[in-house]
């Protein structure tokens, strides 16, 4: 919202002004717009400037770390070991980097880095004082730095640009590419991911996005995340998935024969949901009254709803080892839909195996 501070001049003065101006220029001063509402327009945090408009091309991109990602302990945590160990590194040349943000941009610190760490002399100029001679040399020093990581230059996830522009996650990416190459010892914090805002100039105006950024790897079994047996399989042994479809979907028709049901094609027949209650019911116990879900579902709202009280229920019962978005179920996303009915086979065959096995004779 834009608002105006009251006019020194009389109304007369006023009235004149307004017949011989356009309307811009009516008011003698502008207050700049209120940040509340641009920062909820971009969906970027306070503390992060917008940038102008005209300062980003059509379709040209700007990353912004937000002050939660800035203040993140182990964000603040990396800075701080790389930043002792470029000192320590360069200690002998009495080279002292006090904000990896304002200092690495130029090229100079990294060109004496990078000669130490690697033991070898670059053909580039020592002091740069122009833009121009700047960024020459930043060039030098990068394409010096991708051979020695054997990286292409769409490889890397820094730039000339980037790092001159002074993007503090190219940078960190940079860095941490060296102390790995260079210091693989070097106690890095492990797992460290921050929210990252990308500003976007369209046709219609600006656009942000949120998005998460992987500075360092996890590096024990506890940091990881745990493993998806059907990410697996999809990955590491593709010609195996139609042998799963196959045994789940004999699995699944012998559950349902009571009820006169049968699954011929597992991507498509649980899409809306009544199979899978249906099932559910069946192997859990559950009674689900006809007001609960709807039986001929008419449309994609229908079918959510079903599918998300079925999910719901597998939750109950502790049978969804991995989230699972309704959505990718009703667009019949196959792996989503064998994450779901995997959860019932492995519970129900098991029990299954060991309501056949003979039991011992009683002492």
């Not at 203040?71 to 360069?90: H, R, S, Y």
């Not at 950024?213 to 506890?222: A, F, V």
């Not at 009571?258 to 099932?279: C, E, P, W």
């Not at 229920?313 to 502790?318: F, Y």
Request: with cysteine; glycine share 4%.
């Amino acid at each position: 919202m834009w608002r105006a501070q009251p006019s020194a001049h009389n109304e007369d003065e006023e009235d004149e002004q307004c017949l011989c101006q356009p309307w811009p220029f009516r008011f003698m001063d502008w207050e700049v717009m209120e940040l509340e509402s641009l920062y909820d327009l971009l969906q970027l945090p306070k503390g992060v400037e917008p940038p102008a408009e005209e300062m980003l091309s059509q379709g040209g991109k700007k990353r912004y770390l937000p002050p939660t990602s800035r203040k993140d302990p182990k964000f603040e945590e990396l800075q701080k070991v790389l930043m002792e160990w470029i000192n320590t590194t360069l200690l002998p040349e009495h080279i002292v980097v006090r904000s990896l943000e304002e200092d690495m941009f130029d090229g100079l610190i990294l060109h004496h880095l990078f000669q130490r760490l690697a033991a070898l002399k670059l053909e580039a100029e020592d002091i740069a004082l122009t833009a121009a001679s700047q960024k020459h040399k930043l060039t030098v020093v990068l394409e010096a730095v991708n051979r020695s990581l054997q990286l292409e230059e769409r490889q890397a996830k820094w730039s000339v640009e980037t790092i001159f522009n002074k993007d503090l996650l190219s940078t960190l990416h940079l860095l941490v590419a060296l102390a790995k190459r260079f210091q693989p010892n070097l106690s890095l914090p492990t797992n460290v991911q921050v929210e990252v805002i990308t500003i976007e100039s369209t046709k219609s105006g600006l656009k942000s996005e949120k998005s998460v950024e992987q500075l360092t790897e996890y590096s024990t079994d506890k940091d990881q995340p745990p493993k998806d047996v059907f990410d697996e399989l999809f990955k590491l042994a593709p010609e195996k998935v139609n042998a799963v479809k196959e045994a789940i979907v004999n699995f699944v028709n012998q559950k349902l024969d009571r009820l006169g049901l049968s699954v011929q094609n597992l991507d498509t027949q649980f899409a809306d949901g009544v199979i899978l209650l249906l099932l559910i019911g069946q192997l859990e116990g559950f009674f689900l009254h006809l007001k609960e879900f709807y039986l001929t579902p008419n449309s994609p709202a229908e079918m959510l709803h079903n599918v998300t009280l079925a999910l719901e229920l597998l939750k109950d019962e502790g049978l969804l080892s991995c989230p699972v978005s309704p959505e990718d179920i009703v667009n019949k996303d196959a792996k989503s839909t064998l994450r779901v009915l995997y959860g019932l086979f492995c519970k129900h065959t098991q029990k299954a195996h060991r309501d056949s096995t003979p039991r011992g004779a009683p002492n």
